[in-house]
Structures are given as C-alpha cells and as structure tokens.
C-alpha cells in the first residue's frame, strides 16, 4: 500500500481462525511475505471484531466457521459499523477494514453469505502462501478476488435475496458493461484499457454500479450479477 507521502507501506492482516496450528502456521507464513504485516489474529467471531476495532487492520482474513459468532456475522458487524465507536473528537468512525473469507471447500455454501455479507472475496487453505499473501494485497488496494466459474457454481445452489434489486438498479448501457468486465475479474485499469476510456471513468461506472445496486463492494455486486441472469457461463467480455 501507498502511505500519506507516497511511500510504500506494508498492508496490516489479522487471521481468524479458530484451529490454532492453522491459524499460527498462517501467521508465521504470511509473515514472512513482501509487504504484509500481521498485526494480531483472533480465535471466534466474537474476538476478530474486538481485535479488528483495537488494531485497525487493512485486511481481515476470515475463517467461516468459528465458535462464538461465525465469520459471517463477523464480517457483518465489522463492514456495517455495528456499535462502532466515534472517532477522534465525535468524528466520523475510522473505516472498516476489507475482509477475505479464507475456506476449505470453493463450494462451502457459507462464503456465499460471506460475499453477501460483504467480503471483498475469498481464498481456498490450500492454495500456497505466495497466492494468499497477494489476494491480501490486492483487496488491500481496494480490487476484489473473483473467481466466476466458482462463483456461478455457488450463487447456482444459494440464491441471494441480493439478486433481485438488478432490475430496479436502472443501470446505464455502460454500467452494465462495466459490471460485465467486473465478473470476468478485470481490475479498474484492466477495465479502462478494456473500454478505451479513463481509470477516473471506470471508478466513477463502478461507484454508480454498487450504489444503484446496494451492493457492499465489487464481489457483491457480481454475485448480484450472476443471480440475475446478467452474466451468464461463457461470457468472456
């Protein structure tokens, strides 16, 4: 991540998990990575909104299943703001930090309400470390993870309630495009150069898209997508 001066700062991480070699050998792995420090980790839902509020992390890396409060409730609490306290002098409260849902099974059914929640996206356990180390950097960046083909095979078995606002969303020819390339899992510059128009053009195509939406973030919103039949398999953009 890029700090107030324009000089490269690690992305902060806090694991949630709530077997404990999993969670310390991740610790220790994730560690040892480029650009990414682990400032805490937490063993049930309860603790990972505590120490998520006490450390101010960038990213949360959210095992689903945990004792106490799961990781969807969790990650409810955490992006909502639930009992958030004020900022500094009654301002605004600082902003919530992006949450990667890490599982074992791509087909879990609970990462589907997990992205609904509004998860930034998620990472299977086994993928090696270098992969998990820059899905944390690149939702830190303010992208997603999107992986469609296991997204059409989730949203398939557990429709989300979420699908049917795409109708009323009133979106411009363009911003249906622009959702489209979001599905495939083009980035804002991907997206720009994909369209031959400026990154400040796409930011903006996205901002309207989610609003109109009500979608939490990117992978909301294409979750959203698949449901409603906009994007269907083999849409290559």
């Known amino acids: 991540m890029t700090g107030p001066d324009g000089t490269e700062t690690p992305t902060t991480?806090?694991?949630?998990?709530?077997?404990?070699?999993?969670?310390?050998?991740?610790?220790m792995l994730l560690a040892a990575q480029p650009g990414i420090e682990v400032v805490g980790e937490a063993a049930d839902g309860v603790e990972v909104v505590e120490q998520a509020r006490r450390l101010r992390p960038d990213v949360v890396l959210m095992d689903v299943r945990m004792p106490r409060r799961d990781g969807i409730e969790a990650t409810r609490r955490?992006?909502?703001?639930?009992?958030?306290?004020?900022?500094?002098?009654?301002?605004?409260?600082?902003?919530?930090?992006?949450?990667?849902?890490?599982?074992?099974?791509e087909n879990d059914d609970h990462v589907t309400a997990a992205?609904?929640?509004?998860?930034?996206?998620?990472?299977?356990?086994?993928?090696?470390?270098?992969?998990?180390a820059e899905a944390v950097?690149?939702?830190?960046?303010?992208e997603a993870i999107l992986f469609p083909a296991t997204l059409r095979r989730m949203v398939a078995v557990r429709p989300l309630d979420s699908a049917a606002a795409l109708p009323r969303a009133a979106l411009t020819?363009?911003?249906?495009?622009?959702?489209?390339?979001?599905?495939?899992?083009?980035?804002?510059?991907?997206?720009?150069?994909?369209?031959t128009v400026s990154l400040e053009t796409v930011k903006t195509h996205v901002g309207n898209v989610l609003t109109k939406l009500g979608a939490?973030?990117?992978?909301?919103?294409?979750?959203i997508a698949y449901e409603s039949g906009l994007v269907?398999?083999?849409f290559t953009g």
């Open 232 to 234: 269907v398999p083999g």
């Open 173 to 195: 020819g363009r911003e249906e495009e622009v959702l489209r390339l979001m599905a495939t899992g083009l980035s804002n510059p991907e997206i720009a150069e994909s369209l």
């Open 115 to 132: 992205l609904s929640a509004g998860a930034s996206g998620f990472v299977l356990k086994r993928l090696p470390v270098r992969q998990i």
């Open 13 to 27: 991480l806090l694991i949630a998990d709530d077997d404990e070699v999993t969670r310390t050998g991740l610790r």
């Open 216 to 223: 939490q973030n990117r992978t909301h919103a294409v979750v």
């Open 137 to 142: 950097r690149v939702v830190a960046a303010g």
């Open 78 to 105: 955490l992006l909502a703001g639930t009992d958030e306290p004020a900022g500094p002098g009654g301002g605004p409260a600082p902003a919530p930090p992006k949450v990667v849902v890490i599982t074992t099974f």
